[in-house]
């Protein structure tokens, strides 16, 4: 079974300040895609990244970036100079991509809350 | 493009009366659908697989009887909770997945049950 721990349950900094959320992940097999996701207020889901346990390249999407370990089982999330607008719940999720035929679900760690102070 | 839909956004029902959720994809024909519930301040956590004109696979602990999956075309999926209590109070939220490392969320619908 495939297990995705965020310790970090709430985090607060003051606006502009660079901030990172830690993911680890367990999984047995070889093949697996990590992701993360944003959850404003309004419930809504919005994908930000996914990645392959092929690819361990670091991703940079303007202020947000993405480190991926394999060696430490990690897919950490650094924001750098954070906005008021960033403030929500983060999610990191873990799929095996396929699995008995169809497409397999996400397993999601139990999120981050993010509170940037104005 | 791949725009997931769910109907309703929110609704509330009597204890006892069982509730209807549509989740559709709009722009794309999705082989996969997923169904995943969401407590107050929890994570998500996965309740049911589904692939059109199959049975729904259900994950440990969630019961098949109540929680009733229609995976009827490739573009449409409904989620219906029977007799329906305040536990079952949550945010439902659909996806579907066109292509097996991809799934797209609809935007969720909030049950409450008075």
């Known amino acids: 079974a495939q297990k995705v721990t965020q310790a970090q349950t709430e985090i607060s900094v003051v606006e502009k300040e660079d901030v990172t959320l830690d993911c680890v992940y367990e999984?047995?097999?070889?093949?697996?895609?990590l992701f993360w996701y944003k959850q404003p207020p309004s419930g809504e889901l919005v994908f930000l990244i996914r990645?392959?346990?092929?690819?361990?390249q670091n991703e940079i999407s303007g202020r947000y970036s993405w480190n991926f370990q394999k060696s430490t089982s990690s897919f950490n999330f650094t924001i750098t100079a954070s906005q008021v607008v960033d403030s929500a719940v983060y999610f990191c999720a873990l799929s095996l991509g396929y699995s008995g035929g169809g497409a397999d679900g996400l397993t999601f760690g139990k999120g981050t809350h993010l509170i940037i102070q104005p | 493009g791949a725009v997931v839909s769910q109907h309703p956004s929110w609704v509330i029902c009597k204890s006892g009366t069982s509730v209807k959720i549509e989740c559709r994809s709009l722009d794309f024909q999705a082989t996969t659908m997923f169904w995943y519930r969401q407590f107050p301040k929890q994570s998500l956590m996965l309740m049911a697989t589904s692939n059109e004109g199959s049975k729904a696979t259900y994950e440990q602990g969630v019961e098949k009887d109540k929680f009733l999956i229609n995976h009827a075309s490739l573009t449409l999926s409904t989620l219906t909770v029977t007799s329906a209590h305040p536990e079952d109070s949550s945010f439902y939220i659909c996806?579907?997945?066109?292509?097996?490392?991809?799934?797209?969320f609809g935007p969720g619908t909030r049950l409450t049950v008075t």
């Open positions: 996806s579907a997945s066109r292509i097996f490392y991809e799934q797209y």
């Open positions: 999984t047995r097999d070889t093949t697996y895609y």
């Open positions: 990645r392959n346990s092929f690819d361990e």
